[in-house]
């Protein structure tokens, strides 16, 4: 009999059977579909969240147009963008002996369809005699006059309103210049050319006469403490009496504490050209440029020099370095130019030197080293890993008698040791782990870290130097020379620049007040030769009380007043006004020199040396006249520091700049066009020239702010939704393989 | 031997589609710990901040961080309540936004500017809705809150721009919003200025 119960559908071929079972699916299969609907919703969460966010409105307050990638740079103003001003730089500098004459062309290019005022702010090497400003439109040349400072700006105001091209040049500090340019009109240029002097630095390094000339491009930003202008106002008052001081230079800064200058851009590449001639008046052993790429020239006495591919960024500051041969090194020059019935002299002498092998000569006191080191925001990138590296190389040359201390500052400061410690292993190791963790950043508060080297008394028996590691990026360098002068005692201040471009008139200042030396690193490869260099001054004995006597028959105003004290490797330098008192143009003498040392010994010894004028000197050479100028302007502003009263200081400034027709802090120059160029009705639109940002500084990286959440969910919705569809189509196919 | 390479061979397709179904499990899997992460560590660290506003000093908000709370930031009109981390590296922007430490911290006593970034699809999705005239605020450690006004934005293109401290606060984020995929050269910025007390007062 047919029993149903006994009835097996799976025992019948598939294919055979009639009912339409419906087999129930898997568990797995049920989460599956679960999981694949749960993520469609998903997806359309995320598209539909995507739309949501496309509707971002950012038409509003833009502070750069969308055109990124264009390479052009726009600047906003008060009717829209307006394309920036193109800048070109065209130096030409003329080298003989010690003296560089110097052209700088700086065209402004204005590629807008406005009329523009440009604003420029430059750096020149600290102790440039800037003697002369033409503006050039096209063929036209109008020489700018020179004028007391409140006038040629009163004169420039003048003209930019009336519609006149104008330009004006300021000093802002001794090494930071402004340039400004008035009604360039549209798709047109205006030049600015100015002449300066520049000296040639010279130094001997383990022996051999170095001659160096360095034309910065580019400024590292400054900065000026917030509570700068109280500070300042207040140190003033006590020590002049009278309230004036730097107040100028208070209100020059931003009262928000942002940089006085413009901040460098990245993308700026002002191109600057550059020729230069040298006649060294000495056979030559080398000649180089360190930090550029150059092509020399031999040309009979003479070397020309010019940029490998003719420009170049204005990103770090160019150097040429040249050595004589050995035996022809000079032990004293004299550099006659006269001018208007007068004779300047620009004299030069060797000091002595003294052993330096197997420390025979050297001092033999211990010593009591405090390194101060800028771990500042500035510094970061190449300046950081430099001024590290000089330090530690610094730590390895102290000797087992030295005492140490190292100080570390940015916004706040830290020392090491709360007091100097000896400078055994442990001290030591502990001081390099302390060099290796520092990292730039912050602001650039110098005094406090300065006043904690400086102001206590060193151990007994101890000499105490103080060394100090910066790229100088303060705008409070008068207060802080003030601070060096007054705290100084028995204490040296040594400066070691950092970097591609740092502030070199502070470094060479404040050594100057810290009766110490400086020296500059810009490239890595250079710490170990300088940071020895350095070392060996810091061990040599020291050339004080400098005492010249001119011949009895001149009348002589010599510059600087006070000759400062000179390290092993450092010349003398003095520049002269001389007027032979019989008028009889006869210069023929000696001049005598006598200084005082400390021998190895500790004794007292005294130098002395003669330089014997020649009957027959050439008396044309040239900008004599002008350094002479700019050294006494340097050597009254000087006076002013050290607390001489404000007007009177004035007063002599302005009467040796007009005369020498030099740029100083209280004069400027002034050129003006006669005739109007732009319509009354047409704006003037004011914009600020970027500089490059410096070489190997390194900027605030952007963070990297995105995650791949949103690319993870859409790849793994995709994919699952692929696979599930796989899964279904296979069995579909399977059914259809079932009932086919 | 021979009777795996027949059974691989015969299950290709089933091998295939289980291949596809790990990658997309694991891509959502990674997809949604980024999301948990960045939620569920604010809860964390909002416990760390508390303890930082008591002991006037940095608290780590669980044993192996490498970052700690420096700030709280709030768009009270969204309610957008964050803790800013100190660092903006990825190990930190994935639990908050970053404070990144060469920028000086918001309402420290000389104004350098300081810089704050996020992830764009995480804490710092707001500021796609941000408007100059909205007003944020900060606490810091010391426990004061500081008022900050949005006034401007902008696009940088981080092959052609620098990005520099400026007087007031930024936010950082990448641009634009949508993106899909990180590594994008564009960041949107947003500036904000502090308000001074009057303005505050004024503005109540």
Same mark, same amino acid.
């Given at each position: 009999?047919?029993?149903?119960?006994?009835?097996?559908?799976?025992?019948?071929?598939?294919?055979?059977?009639?009912?339409?079972?419906?087999?129930?699916?898997?568990?797995?299969?049920?989460?599956?579909?679960?999981?694949?609907?749960?993520?469609?919703?998903?997806?359309?969460?995320?598209?539909?969240?995507?739309?949501?966010?496309?509707?971002?409105?950012?038409?509003?307050?833009?502070?750069?147009?969308?055109?990124?990638?264009?390479?052009?740079?726009?600047?906003?103003?008060?009717?829209?963008?307006?394309?920036?001003?193109?800048?070109?730089?065209?130096?030409?500098?003329?080298?003989?002996?010690?003296?560089?004459?110097?052209?700088?062309?700086?065209?402004?290019?204005?590629?807008?369809?406005?009329?523009?005022?440009?604003?420029?702010?430059?750096?020149?090497?600290?102790?440039?005699?800037?003697?002369?400003?033409?503006?050039?439109?096209?063929?036209?040349?109008?020489?700018?006059?020179?004028?007391?400072?409140?006038?040629?700006?009163?004169?420039?105001?003048?003209?930019?309103?009336?519609?006149?091209?104008?330009?004006?040049?300021?000093?802002?500090?001794?090494?930071?210049?402004?340039?400004?340019?008035?009604?360039?009109?549209?798709?047109?240029?205006?030049?600015?050319?100015?002449?300066?002097?520049?000296?040639?630095?010279?130094?001997?390094?383990?022996?051999?006469?170095?001659?160096?000339?360095?034309?910065?491009?580019?400024?590292?930003?400054?900065?000026?403490?917030?509570?700068?202008?109280?500070?300042?106002?207040?140190?003033?008052?006590?020590?002049?009496?009278?309230?004036?001081?730097?107040?100028?230079?208070?209100?020059?800064?931003?009262?928000?504490?942002?940089?006085?200058?413009?901040?460098?851009?990245?993308?700026?590449?002002?191109?600057?050209?550059?020729?230069?001639?040298?006649?060294?008046?000495?056979?030559?052993?080398?000649?180089?440029?360190?930090? %550029?790429?150059?092509?020399?020239?031999?040309?009979?006495?003479?070397?020309?020099?010019?940029?490998?591919?003719?420009?170049?960024?204005?990103?770090?500051?160019?150097?040429?370095?040249?050595?004589?041969?050995?035996?022809?090194?000079?032990?004293?020059?004299?550099?006659?130019?006269?001018?208007?019935?007068?004779?300047?002299?620009?004299?030069?002498?060797?000091?002595?030197?003294?052993?330096?092998?197997?420390?025979?000569?050297?001092?033999?006191?211990?010593?009591?080293?405090?390194?101060?080191?800028?771990?500042?925001?500035?510094?970061?990138?190449?300046?950081?890993?430099?001024?590290?590296?000089?330090?530690?190389?610094?730590?390895?040359?102290?000797?087992?008698?030295?005492?140490?201390?190292?100080?570390?500052?940015?916004?706040?400061?830290?020392?090491?040791?709360?007091?100097?410690?000896?400078?055994?292993?442990?001290?030591?190791?502990?001081?390099?782990?302390?060099?290796?963790?520092?990292?730039?950043?912050?602001?650039?508060?110098?005094?406090?870290?300065?006043?904690?080297?400086?102001?206590?008394?060193?151990?007994?028996?101890?000499?105490?130097?103080?060394?100090?590691?910066?790229?100088?990026?303060?705008?409070?360098?008068?207060?802080?020379?003030?601070?060096? %002068?007054?705290?100084?005692?028995?204490?040296?201040?040594?400066?070691?620049?950092?970097?591609?471009?740092?502030?070199?008139?502070?470094?060479?200042?404040?050594?100057?007040?810290?009766?110490?030396?400086?020296?500059?690193?810009?490239?890595?490869?250079?710490?170990?030769?300088?940071?020895?260099?350095?070392?060996?001054?810091?061990?040599?004995?020291?050339?004080?009380?400098?005492?010249?006597?001119?011949?009895?028959?001149?009348?002589?105003?010599?510059?600087?007043?006070?000759?400062?004290?000179?390290?092993?490797?450092?010349?003398?330098?003095?520049?002269?006004?001389?007027?032979?008192?019989?008028?009889?143009?006869?210069?023929?003498?000696?001049?005598?020199?006598?200084?005082?040392?400390?021998?190895?010994?500790?004794?007292?010894?005294?130098?002395?040396?003669?330089?014997?004028?020649?009957?027959?000197?050439?008396?044309?050479?040239?900008?004599?006249?002008?350094?002479?100028?700019?050294?006494?302007?340097?050597?009254?502003?000087?006076?002013?520091?050290?607390?001489?009263?404000?007007?009177?200081?004035?007063?002599?400034?302005?009467?040796?700049?007009?005369?020498?027709?030099?740029?100083?802090?209280?004069?400027?120059?002034?050129?003006?066009?006669?005739?109007?160029?732009?319509?009354?009705?047409?704006?003037?639109?004011?914009?600020?020239?970027?500089?490059?940002?410096?070489?190997?500084?390194?900027?605030?990286?952007?963070?990297?702010?995105?995650?791949?959440?949103?690319?993870?969910?859409?790849?793994?919705?995709?994919?699952?939704?692929?696979?599930?569809?796989?899964?279904?189509?296979?069995?579909?196919?399977?059914?259809?393989?079932?009932?086919? | 031997?021979?009777?795996?390479?027949?059974?691989?061979?015969?299950?290709?397709?089933?091998?295939?589609?289980?291949?596809?179904?790990?990658?997309?499990?694991?891509?959502?899997?990674?997809?949604?710990?980024?999301?948990?992460?960045?939620?569920?560590?604010?809860?964390?660290?909002?416990?760390?901040?508390?303890?930082?506003?008591?002991?006037?000093?940095?608290?780590?908000?669980?044993?192996?961080?490498?970052?700690?709370?420096?700030?709280?930031?709030?768009?009270?009109?969204?309610?957008?309540?964050?803790?800013?981390?100190?660092?903006? %590296?990825?190990?930190?922007?994935?639990?908050?936004?970053?404070?990144?430490?060469?920028?000086?911290?918001?309402?420290?006593?000389?104004?350098?500017?300081?810089?704050?970034?996020?992830?764009?699809?995480?804490?710092?999705?707001?500021?796609?809705?941000?408007?100059?005239?909205?007003?944020?605020?900060?606490?810091?450690?010391?426990?004061?809150?500081?008022?900050?006004?949005?006034?401007?934005?902008?696009?940088?293109?981080?092959?052609?721009?620098?990005?520099?401290?400026?007087?007031?606060?930024?936010?950082?984020?990448?641009?634009?919003?949508?993106?899909?995929?990180?590594?994008?050269?564009?960041?949107?910025?947003?500036?904000?200025?502090?308000?001074?007390?009057?303005?505050?007062?004024?503005?109540?």
């Amino acid at each position: 009999m047919f029993k149903f119960n006994t009835f097996k559908p799976h025992k019948i071929p598939k294919h055979l059977l009639m009912q339409n079972d419906k087999p129930s699916r898997p568990w797995w299969q049920k989460l599956m579909l679960f999981i694949f609907l749960g993520l469609v919703l998903l997806l359309g969460l995320a598209i539909a969240d995507m739309a949501r966010g496309e509707s971002v409105d950012l038409e509003w307050g833009r502070e750069y147009p969308a055109q990124l990638g264009s390479g052009t740079l726009l600047l906003k103003s008060s009717r829209g963008y307006a394309q920036a001003l193109h800048l070109n730089t065209d130096i030409k500098v003329k080298i003989n002996g010690m003296v560089a004459e110097v052209t700088m062309i700086q065209e402004f290019k204005n590629p807008s369809e406005d009329y523009l005022e440009g604003v420029y702010t430059f750096p020149l090497q600290e102790k440039t005699a800037v003697n002369g400003m033409t503006m050039i439109i096209g063929e036209r040349r109008i020489v700018g006059k020179i004028k007391e400072k409140k006038e040629a700006q009163k004169i420039y105001q003048a003209a930019k309103k009336a519609g006149k091209r104008a330009a004006l040049t300021q000093q802002q500090r001794p090494n930071l210049f402004q340039q400004k340019v008035a009604n360039i009109g549209p798709q047109q240029s205006i030049s600015v050319e100015l002449r300066y002097i520049q000296p040639v630095q010279l130094q001997l390094a383990n022996g051999v006469a170095q001659f160096s000339l360095r034309i910065p491009t580019t400024i590292t930003p400054r900065y000026t403490p917030a509570t700068f202008s109280a500070e300042a106002r207040e140190v003033n008052v006590a020590a002049s009496g009278w309230g004036q001081g730097d107040v100028a230079e208070v209100q020059a800064a931003d009262p928000r504490g942002a940089p006085l200058i413009n901040t460098p851009v990245n993308n700026v590449k002002n191109p600057m050209s550059l020729a230069i001639r040298l006649r060294a008046g000495l056979p030559l052993a080398s000649l180089q440029a360190p930090y %550029h790429k150059t092509v020399i020239d031999k040309r009979g006495d003479q070397h020309e020099l010019s940029l490998l591919n003719g420009v170049d960024v204005m990103n770090r500051d160019f150097e040429l370095h040249w050595q004589p041969v050995a035996e022809q090194a000079p032990q004293a020059a004299f550099f006659l130019q006269s001018q208007q019935q007068q004779d300047f002299a620009l004299l030069m002498v060797q000091p002595p030197q003294f052993e330096d092998t197997e420390g025979k000569g050297l001092q033999q006191l211990p010593r009591e080293l405090i390194f101060i080191i800028d771990s500042s925001g500035s510094m970061g990138g190449e300046s950081m890993r430099q001024a590290k590296a000089g330090l530690l190389r610094a730590l390895d040359s102290l000797s087992a008698n030295d005492r140490f201390n190292i100080i570390e500052f940015d916004s706040t400061f830290q020392q090491l040791f709360a007091r100097p410690v000896a400078a055994s292993e442990v001290n030591l190791s502990r001081a390099q782990d302390f060099v290796q963790r520092l990292v730039a950043g912050g602001g650039t508060q110098m005094l406090k870290p300065l006043l904690a080297a400086l102001t206590p008394q060193a151990s007994p028996g101890y000499i105490k130097q103080v060394v100090f590691i910066t790229d100088g990026a303060v705008s409070n360098e008068a207060q802080l020379f003030k601070a060096i %002068h007054e705290t100084l005692g028995q204490a040296r201040l040594f400066t070691v620049a950092i970097g591609s471009a740092p502030n070199s008139f502070f470094m060479r200042k404040a050594a100057q007040y810290g009766r110490g030396s400086y020296t500059s690193i810009t490239l890595a490869s250079e710490v170990e030769e300088k940071v020895s260099l350095l070392f060996q001054r810091l061990s040599s004995p020291v050339l004080s009380n400098i005492r010249i006597q001119w011949p009895q028959h001149l009348e002589v105003e010599a510059w600087p007043q006070r000759v400062p004290d000179l390290y092993a490797g450092e010349p003398l330098v003095v520049y002269a006004k001389l007027s032979d008192k019989n008028a009889s143009q006869n210069l023929a003498g000696e001049i005598k020199l006598e200084a005082d040392y400390i021998s190895a010994t500790g004794e007292r010894q005294r130098w002395y040396k003669t330089v014997v004028l020649a009957k027959q000197l050439r008396s044309d050479n040239r900008g004599i006249a002008s350094l002479w100028g700019r050294e006494k302007i340097a050597d009254l502003m000087d006076q002013k520091i050290r607390g001489a009263k404000a007007s009177i200081i004035r007063e002599q400034v302005l009467a040796v700049a007009l005369q020498q027709q030099l740029l100083s802090k209280y004069t400027s120059f002034v050129a003006v066009e006669e005739e109007p160029t732009r319509p009354q009705a047409k704006v003037l639109i004011k914009q600020q020239v970027a500089n490059s940002a410096v070489k190997g500084q390194q900027r605030i990286a952007y963070p990297a702010t995105a995650t791949s959440a949103r690319w993870n969910l859409i790849l793994g919705a995709t994919l699952l939704l692929l696979s599930l569809l796989g899964l279904f189509l296979k069995q579909a196919l399977k059914r259809r393989y079932c009932y086919a | 031997m021979r009777k795996l390479t027949h059974f691989l061979l015969k299950r290709s397709g089933s091998l295939l589609l289980l291949a596809v179904l790990l990658v997309a499990l694991s891509q959502l899997g990674q997809g949604l710990w980024i999301f948990a992460k960045a939620k569920l560590a604010q809860y964390l660290i909002a416990e760390s901040w508390q303890i930082s506003l008591a002991l006037k000093q940095p608290s780590k908000p669980w044993a192996w961080a490498d970052t700690w709370p420096v700030a709280r930031l709030q768009w009270p009109a969204e309610n957008v309540d964050l803790y800013v981390l100190a660092g903006a %590296h990825g190990s930190s922007l994935a639990f908050g936004p970053g404070h990144l430490q060469q920028t000086s911290l918001p309402g420290s006593e000389q104004d350098l500017g300081a810089i704050i970034s996020g992830h764009r699809d995480t804490h710092f999705k707001f500021l796609s809705k941000i408007k100059p005239g909205h007003r944020i605020k900060i606490q810091t450690m010391d426990g004061v809150w500081h008022d900050y006004l949005i006034t401007t934005s902008r696009i940088d293109n981080i092959k052609q721009q620098t990005l520099q401290a400026l007087p007031g606060l930024q936010l950082v984020t990448c641009y634009p919003f949508d993106a899909l995929q990180a590594g994008g050269d564009l960041r949107y910025i947003v500036r904000a200025e502090k308000m001074t007390k009057l303005q505050t007062f004024a503005s109540l």
